[in-house]
């Protein structure tokens, strides 16, 4: 269920949308722009597309990746803009890449129209495959 629009997920949408047209997309001509908010900083990542498509690289990744690099792991919000009239939401991978930081994260999403979309990431991606499950007893007796 969609969430209240706050001016702070405006402004993160902002963000993603001021370098979505640095996106690298000579395949697609889909550009995707996406903003992490995580420590107090906003972070930016574009879609990067590749020939071999396996090596493409999406926008929320990118965003993530470049808060990663700068030590911060906590992130609170992602905003992803994309060149569709509705709003864009994260594809399958980018959903599960980002439940390894923050299940339940904000996911603000845009598109080229001004309609927003708000949800939480668990919402988007629910019984994700987290880090507890890799913690957890399998009941089986060691030998």
């Known amino acids: 269920m969609p969430k209240r629009i706050t001016e702070g997920d405006l402004a993160l949408l902002a963000f993603a949308r001021e370098v979505q047209g640095r996106a690298y997309v ?5 550009r995707v722009g996406a903003a992490v908010y995580a420590g107090g900083e906003i972070f ?16 929320e990744r990118a965003a993530a990746m470049a808060a ?14 994309g060149d ?6 994260p ?7 980002l439940a390894e ?6 996911v603000i999403m845009g598109g080229k129209t001004d309609a927003v979309d708000v ?4 919402e988007l991606l629910p019984e994700a495959f987290v880090r507890g499950y890799l913690d957890e007893d399998t009941g089986e007796d060691e030998e």
Do not use: K, W
Request: charged share 15%; with cysteine; hydrophobic share 35%.
């Open 119 to 122: 949800m939480r990431l668990d």
């Open 91 to 97: 594809c399958g991978a980018c959903r599960q890449f």
């Open 68 to 81: 990663i690099t700068a030590g911060y792991t906590d992130i609170e919000a992602i905003a992803v803009c």
């Open 44 to 59: 930016q990542g574009v879609n990067v597309e590749n020939a071999a498509y396996g090596s493409t690289i999406c926008a």
């Open 84 to 89: 569709s009239e509705s709003p864009c939401v």
């Open 26 to 30: 000579p395949y697609s001509n889909f």
């Open 101 to 106: 930081f923050d299940p339940t994260m904000r």
